[in-house]
């Protein structure tokens, strides 16, 4: 299977710019700090114009659609660069598929543009899934509650949250800087996603959609988010599997490379293997989203649980393949054992995303 | 092999209990139950208290001051004083390089160390690793040589756990760089002495709890070999099967277990329990399952010893144990769901003893900093791939 010339591009330019960018230092700094946006490499990629990959032409967006996305959060997650184009292209298409163009004309195109980006405040506090049925309350037209810890909201423009206007079920989006609005950054286990709590007490809101719509809208946007963080993930693994394949050529025990032993090429064989499965399910995920096929949703939740498996073994047995080496703070593979976590977590769990798999195979009672 | 419990071990239970009911500090607990490294101080406070009793040495035969308990009694003392948040005793002392002085060392080391292992006054460092000597611990290069009563040794040691807060570490060195395994001895190294350099390691839960030692020039009397010169090597496999033995950490599991089935029985905000998603239970079926397991290998373990018989089980428990750990760790950390996301490294951090937050209960960021530090419990001690290779030439003579 080649890749269109138009995607092979923009995969080889993403390679050529990330691998200067993202150099080990720079990703410990950013670890270190809670609540890091990794503000330098966005405004690089505002140049490239990425967060405009997934918007069609007509919106001024580069017309690439959620595969030029998916391209760009693969190479993203080799990496482990930290960027919210993800959050920024789910809010801009929700937008322009929803939103009175008039009213909403500047917000979409400052996503576009990359001069403002959002995040995904749709996980559920106190729990492992999403926020349906809605924890944030709408009063007056006016949001109060406080959403779970959400990557980019420490520095975001927008979060696309979902509320409760009595029994209505409501999609909306929010402009941050408000003083109704206030955010709480906090230690975590990526802090590279520049992460944080927000509190709504009485905020302002655009209103996306409500009721049904809304509901349809909610889990079309967290499956989108979804599919396009699996390729996230499979970049990921795959760079914990070119690591430690590189360091089993490398290091030496008993007096071979470890490499030669059964114990660790069995190992890396399974990694290449739970990598494989997990693009597989990604890629049939995409190919049903462009064909619109509604399967694709379903479709989506294989590649969420599938990818956020593949990454979270592949980062472990990387660790495990390093040795003591790999359990330490100097060393790089603790990074993606991190993100794998981080990326497991936000937009809910594996357990979430089993459950709404089997929900859209027809097992309603699963959920 | 008969493991009918006595009525009189079940007495000794109550008894253990009681006596860590009383004794054991309630904020010394309430800070081990948090899953973090332990403290240093703790640890010291916490043998002081046993020694008092009798009870420091509990893997000890009397004539050495211990307790002389069975092993079943040790396996029920260190699962109530683990279960109830004590600090572990030092592993290094009591169950590594103790023994070995104790078995093999001369009569003026016992006499030496002996008590003071038993009072908490010294804790070790073990140095075995070197830089290109992990799994693979035959090549190490650190070098002693004779010079009048004193040996002078050269060379690096890394992996070193705890040593930072140390008094003694014991090497493993090469008094006949020409002889391979027969030219390894091992002497006890004061950690003040000079041109001993002590360089931290950051680990991958940003705590600092490993380090690099550096040996340039450093001078140790020869009263402070083990044993004989040449044997070093019989003397790590020892000490290493004791830690492997001990490396199953069924107290630990159980306690992480235990944690877990708390976790997958709390209501979430969504109204539903854990324990009621299928998947979810089936899991944590599984884990009790491999936990019961554990616990009968390791009592055929110490059963075993006991009876003088030595059925190399060390690796198996190594394998098993910190498998499971892993497995528990990762599941505690999915049952955690968004309350996983928050790290403190370090329990003194403010921010993590303020009320209410994290949010989550309150040992959820223990929970999450011992998921990053738990990777190298299949690493440390000779590397899980290296104890399977040592079962199927064992036990299977391949």
């Given at each position: 299977m080649n890749e269109n010339e138009d995607y092979a591009m923009v995969r080889e330019q993403a390679q050529r710019f990330l691998n200067d960018a993202m150099d080990p230092e720079y990703l410990r700094a950013l670890l270190e700090?809670?609540?890091?946006?990794d503000g330098r490499t966005w405004a690089s990629v505002i140049e490239f114009g990425w967060p405009a990959i997934a918007v069609a032409e007509e919106h001024?967006?580069?017309?690439?659609g959620w595969r030029g996305l998916c391209v760009l959060a693969e190479e993203s997650g080799r990496k482990t660069a930290s960027l919210p184009l993800v959050p920024s292209a789910v809010a801009a298409q929700l937008i322009f598929a929803h939103a009175d163009r008039a009213v909403h004309q500047e917000d979409g195109a400052a996503l576009v543009s990359g001069a403002r980006y959002a995040c995904l405040a749709l996980a559920r506090t106190?729990?492992?899934?999403?926020?349906d049925p809605p924890e944030l309350h709408l009063r007056g037209a006016l949001l109060h509650g406080t959403s779970a810890l959400?990557?980019?909201?420490?520095?975001?423009d927008y979060a696309l949250v979902a509320a409760q206007d009595g029994e209505t079920f409501s999609l909306l989006l929010v402009?941050?800087?408000?003083?109704?609005v206030s955010r709480t950054p906090s230690c975590a286990i990526?802090?590279?996603?520049a992460a944080a709590e927000l509190s709504f007490d009485g905020a302002r809101v655009r209103v996306l959609a409500t009721g049904n719509e809304a509901r349809t809208a909610f889990w079309r946007a967290a499956s989108l988010a979804a599919l396009a963080t699996a390729f996230e993930q499979i970049g990921g693994a795959q760079t914990c599997l070119e690591m430690a394949r590189d360091y089993a050529l490398e290091r030496k025990a008993f007096g071979q490379?470890?490499?030669?032993?059964q114990a660790i090429k069995g190992k890396l064989a399974d990694m290449y293997i739970r990598i494989e499965l997990a693009r597989g399910c990604a890629l049939d995920a995409l190919a049903a989203l462009e064909q619109g096929d509604p399967s694709w949703l379903g479709l989506a939740a294989s590649a969420r649980v599938a990818a956020t498996d593949a990454y979270e073994v592949s980062a472990r047995e990387n660790i495990q393949t390093h040795g003591?080496?790999?359990?330490?703070?100097?060393?790089?593979?603790h990074h993606h054992y991190r993100r794998s976590r981080a990326l497991g977590i936000e937009l809910g769990a594996a357990i979430m995303w089993r459950e709404r798999l089997l929900a859209e195979s027809g097992f309603a009672s699963a959920a | 092999m008969n493991f009918d419990i006595d009525p009189a071990d079940l007495a000794f239970r109550e008894e253990v209990r009681t006596f860590v009911r009383e004794n054991l500090p309630p904020e010394m607990a309430a800070r081990t139950l948090r899953n973090y490294h332990f403290l240093r101080d703790d640890q010291r406070e916490w043998t002081r208290i046993l020694n008092k009793k009798?009870?420091?040495?509990?893997?000890?035969p009397q004539e050495w001051?211990?307790?002389?308990?069975?092993p079943i009694r040790q396996f029920i003392f260190e699962d109530e004083c683990f279960m109830a948040g004590a600090p572990p005793i030092d592993t290094a002392g009591f169950k590594m390089i103790g023994p070995v002085i104790m078995n093999f060392g001369s009569a003026a080391l016992k006499q030496e160390f002996g008590p003071k292992i038993l009072n908490g006054d010294v804790f070790w460092g073990q140095g075995f690793s070197e830089p290109n000597a992990g799994?693979?611990?035959?090549s190490l290069r650190t070098t002693a040589v004779r010079d009048g009563d004193d040996y002078v040794i050269n060379g690096q040691k890394i992996w070193t756990s705890y040593v930072e807060t140390a008094e003694m570490i014991f090497v493993l060195v090469?008094?006949?760089?020409?002889?391979?395994?027969?030219?390894i001895s091992m002497v006890l190294v004061?950690?003040?002495?000079?041109?001993v350099t002590i360089r931290p390691i950051i680990d991958?839960?940003?705590?600092?709890t490993l380090n690099e030692v550096f040996f340039d020039n450093v001078r140790t009397p020869?009263?402070?070999?083990?044993?004989?010169?040449?044997?070093g090597w019989t003397y790590a496999k020892y000490l290493l099967d004791m830690e492997r033995a001990f490396s199953a950490e069924w107290p630990r599991n159980k306690r992480y277990l235990a944690q877990l089935r708390a976790l997958a029985g709390c209501a979430r905000s969504n109204g539903r329990?854990?324990?009621?998603?299928p998947g979810f239970a089936a899991r944590l079926a599984q884990l009790e399952i491999d936990l019961q397991a554990l616990e009968w290998l390791t009592l055929r373990a110490l059963y075993e010893r006991k009876g003088g018989?030595?059925?190399?089980?060390g690796s198996l428990l190594k394998v098993r144990g910190s498998e499971l750990l892993q497995k528990i760790g990762e599941m505690q950390v999915e049952a955690l769901g968004d309350h996983a996301a928050y790290f403190y490294?370090?329990?003194?951090?403010q921010a993590v003893s303020?009320?209410?937050?994290?949010?989550?209960?309150?040992?959820a960021p223990g929970i999450v900093a011992d998921y990053m530090y738990r990777r190298a419990t299949t690493i440390y001690g000779g590397a899980n791939e290296v104890q399977r290779t040592i079962i199927a030439k064992t036990f299977l003579e391949l």
């Amino acid at each position: 299977m080649n890749e269109n010339e138009d995607y092979a591009m923009v995969r080889e330019q993403a390679q050529r710019f990330l691998n200067d960018a993202m150099d080990p230092e720079y990703l410990r700094a950013l670890l270190e700090a809670p609540g890091s946006f990794d503000g330098r490499t966005w405004a690089s990629v505002i140049e490239f114009g990425w967060p405009a990959i997934a918007v069609a032409e007509e919106h001024d967006g580069l017309g690439l659609g959620w595969r030029g996305l998916c391209v760009l959060a693969e190479e993203s997650g080799r990496k482990t660069a930290s960027l919210p184009l993800v959050p920024s292209a789910v809010a801009a298409q929700l937008i322009f598929a929803h939103a009175d163009r008039a009213v909403h004309q500047e917000d979409g195109a400052a996503l576009v543009s990359g001069a403002r980006y959002a995040c995904l405040a749709l996980a559920r506090t106190d729990d492992a899934g999403l926020a349906d049925p809605p924890e944030l309350h709408l009063r007056g037209a006016l949001l109060h509650g406080t959403s779970a810890l959400t990557p980019f909201a420490a520095s975001a423009d927008y979060a696309l949250v979902a509320a409760q206007d009595g029994e209505t079920f409501s999609l909306l989006l929010v402009a941050l800087a408000q003083p109704a609005v206030s955010r709480t950054p906090s230690c975590a286990i990526d802090n590279s996603r520049a992460a944080a709590e927000l509190s709504f007490d009485g905020a302002r809101v655009r209103v996306l959609a409500t009721g049904n719509e809304a509901r349809t809208a909610f889990w079309r946007a967290a499956s989108l988010a979804a599919l396009a963080t699996a390729f996230e993930q499979i970049g990921g693994a795959q760079t914990c599997l070119e690591m430690a394949r590189d360091y089993a050529l490398e290091r030496k025990a008993f007096g071979q490379p470890i490499g030669r032993f059964q114990a660790i090429k069995g190992k890396l064989a399974d990694m290449y293997i739970r990598i494989e499965l997990a693009r597989g399910c990604a890629l049939d995920a995409l190919a049903a989203l462009e064909q619109g096929d509604p399967s694709w949703l379903g479709l989506a939740a294989s590649a969420r649980v599938a990818a956020t498996d593949a990454y979270e073994v592949s980062a472990r047995e990387n660790i495990q393949t390093h040795g003591a080496i790999g359990v330490t703070w100097e060393a790089l593979p603790h990074h993606h054992y991190r993100r794998s976590r981080a990326l497991g977590i936000e937009l809910g769990a594996a357990i979430m995303w089993r459950e709404r798999l089997l929900a859209e195979s027809g097992f309603a009672s699963a959920a | 092999m008969n493991f009918d419990i006595d009525p009189a071990d079940l007495a000794f239970r109550e008894e253990v209990r009681t006596f860590v009911r009383e004794n054991l500090p309630p904020e010394m607990a309430a800070r081990t139950l948090r899953n973090y490294h332990f403290l240093r101080d703790d640890q010291r406070e916490w043998t002081r208290i046993l020694n008092k009793k009798g009870w420091s040495g509990q893997n000890w035969p009397q004539e050495w001051g211990g307790t002389g308990w069975t092993p079943i009694r040790q396996f029920i003392f260190e699962d109530e004083c683990f279960m109830a948040g004590a600090p572990p005793i030092d592993t290094a002392g009591f169950k590594m390089i103790g023994p070995v002085i104790m078995n093999f060392g001369s009569a003026a080391l016992k006499q030496e160390f002996g008590p003071k292992i038993l009072n908490g006054d010294v804790f070790w460092g073990q140095g075995f690793s070197e830089p290109n000597a992990g799994s693979d611990l035959g090549s190490l290069r650190t070098t002693a040589v004779r010079d009048g009563d004193d040996y002078v040794i050269n060379g690096q040691k890394i992996w070193t756990s705890y040593v930072e807060t140390a008094e003694m570490i014991f090497v493993l060195v090469k008094t006949d760089p020409e002889a391979k395994q027969r030219g390894i001895s091992m002497v006890l190294v004061d950690k003040n002495a000079p041109g001993v350099t002590i360089r931290p390691i950051i680990d991958i839960g940003e705590c600092h709890t490993l380090n690099e030692v550096f040996f340039d020039n450093v001078r140790t009397p020869v009263r402070y070999l083990v044993g004989e010169e040449g044997k070093g090597w019989t003397y790590a496999k020892y000490l290493l099967d004791m830690e492997r033995a001990f490396s199953a950490e069924w107290p630990r599991n159980k306690r992480y277990l235990a944690q877990l089935r708390a976790l997958a029985g709390c209501a979430r905000s969504n109204g539903r329990r854990l324990i009621d998603a299928p998947g979810f239970a089936a899991r944590l079926a599984q884990l009790e399952i491999d936990l019961q397991a554990l616990e009968w290998l390791t009592l055929r373990a110490l059963y075993e010893r006991k009876g003088g018989t030595t059925l190399p089980v060390g690796s198996l428990l190594k394998v098993r144990g910190s498998e499971l750990l892993q497995k528990i760790g990762e599941m505690q950390v999915e049952a955690l769901g968004d309350h996983a996301a928050y790290f403190y490294a370090d329990p003194r951090d403010q921010a993590v003893s303020d009320v209410g937050w994290p949010p989550g209960p309150a040992y959820a960021p223990g929970i999450v900093a011992d998921y990053m530090y738990r990777r190298a419990t299949t690493i440390y001690g000779g590397a899980n791939e290296v104890q399977r290779t040592i079962i199927a030439k064992t036990f299977l003579e391949l």
